[in-house]
């Protein structure tokens, strides 16, 4: 099979990791017979810093012609320290799920054997964790009228959520939750908040059409709090964009380090693909970010996108094999060896 993946590196550790993911994919690729063209694109703050804008059109249309999208990470500390700024390396992210209509973010965490006691939580709170949340992307506050008012004195920002919206995301959480265990939790504030009224309403009216699928109904602050305490007693969680984005940091921790977790970012017609960290920029050129996640992202991405679950197998099982051996960045030595960011891609794909 031939593929054209869209490649954006992105900012700080973005190049370093997607370089050790691609290095995976073409080893992945060459060993099942597969090909990969691989189209570079700007994004982030180095696109702002080449062409004034965070999401070219350029990088639209590369994007918009790819079979998938591999990405970094974006993000610069000139940009975070300065809350005048005009324009944002986050905008372009915000733009880009919009224009490729990038309504569902799937995120899952899940543990490693050999890495329960890295984990903040004891081990017998999170041993067999293995939960995935979608995450409305394209609606909510982050979207809705924003702005000042009273001379800059008061802020707003407007949540708004249409029937549809929330529809489209759920489907996806009940066919997810139907090939899995058949759980499904909404989390919400409906006991405040209007749009999660309009959540509830809607997700409980389609329970009729998955009969087999357990649907629950948590408030977002009780959902934090057991996400420290049972993290394991979920499966499939679906929810705003606000609250997905809050509770999906909470447990990518989980599993011990955030340079573990991939994700997707789905629409009707394109899937990107993404570790969950940031562009970590303190780490940028030191060859010492954990490029785990990108290369999982990598495994989604063959699995999710292409349909090649065995492709995607190889990746993790690679993974898993790095993991058991120690051949881990710093942030995972805990005091043994560490080794860098190009040599555990070096294994990784020599391990293929």
Not at 311 to 333: C, F, M, S, Y
Request: with cysteine; glycine share 8%.
């Amino acid at each position: 099979m031939k593929f054209n993946i869209a490649l954006l590196a992105g900012d700080g550790i973005g190049p370093e990791v997607i370089e050790q993911a691609v290095k995976v994919s073409d080893a992945v690729a060459k060993k099942f017979g597969h090909e990969i063209t691989w189209k570079p694109a700007l994004t982030g703050a180095a696109a702002i810093d080449a062409v004034g804008e965070p999401y070219p059109d350029e990088t639209h249309e590369v994007c918009a012609n790819a079979d998938a999208v591999l990405f970094g990470a974006i993000g610069h500390p000139k940009f975070d320290n300065d809350p005048s700024a005009p324009v944002r390396p986050e905008q372009g992210l915000l733009k880009m799920r919009k224009k490729l209509g990038l309504f569902a973010n799937v995120r899952p965490t899940f543990t490693f054997p050999s890495l329960l006691d890295k984990s903040p939580l004891k081990q017998e709170r999170i041993e067999g964790t293995d939960l995935v949340f979608l995450r409305e992307l394209t609606g909510g506050i982050y979207f809705g009228e924003k702005g000042r008012r009273d001379e800059g004195e008061t802020a707003y920002d407007n949540c708004v959520y249409t029937r549809k919206e929330v529809q489209r995301l759920a489907k996806k959480g009940f066919e997810l939750a139907m090939s899995r265990s058949k759980k499904l939790c909404c989390v919400d504030k409906a006991n405040v908040l209007e749009t999660s009224r309009l959540w509830r309403e809607t997700v409980q009216a389609m329970e009729k059409d998955y009969p087999e699928v357990e649907v629950s109904y948590e408030f977002v602050d009780a959902v934090a709090m057991r996400l420290v305490q049972w993290p394991n007693s979920y499966d499939v969680l679906i929810t705003e964009n606000l609250f997905g984005d809050i509770l999906t940091d909470e447990a990518s921790v989980i599993s011990g380090s955030m340079g573990l977790m991939p994700s997707a970012s789905m629409g009707a017609d394109i899937a990107l693909f993404e570790p969950i960290h940031g562009s970590y920029p303190q780490a940028t050129g030191l060859n010492i970010a954990n490029p785990m996640a990108t290369v999982l992202s990598a495994a989604m991405m063959f699995e999710t996108a292409f349909n090649l679950p065995e492709e995607g197998k190889a990746i993790r099982d690679a993974v898993n094999k790095a993991l058991a051996e120690g051949i881990v960045t710093e942030d995972l030595a805990d005091g043994g060896k560490a080794y860098g960011t190009k040599e555990v891609g070096d294994w990784l794909a020599a391990n293929v």
